[in-house]
């Protein structure tokens, strides 16, 4: 089951992009939301040279399923739960 309704129309690295941001905006709270907004933006740079389109739609379909597992995640376990799991721990 895909995170959101349209995952199945993401052919193109920017639908991916706006895709995943549209993920974010389901994110219980604003620091998780403003954590996976980086984290997308970071990848989408680091990819955006990218021109084999074999590997595009593999990265395009590691996104959605690792998005899937995310909300799923979060569904399944309270926001203070999710929270301190799904964000990199501030403690060294």
Known sequence: ????PGAELVQRPLQLY????RCCRQLPTKGIQQHY?????QSFR???D???PERIQQIIKRAI???DWIMNK???VPVEEATSQLLPSSRS
């Open 65 to 67: 399923e690792d998005a």
């Open 46 to 48: 680091v990819h955006s």
């Open 1 to 4: 089951m895909a995170p959101l």
């Open 50 to 52: 990218e021109d084999n």
């Open 37 to 41: 907004k980086h984290a997308v933006r």
């Open 74 to 76: 979060l569904r399944m």
């Open 18 to 21: 706006r895709y995943l941001l």
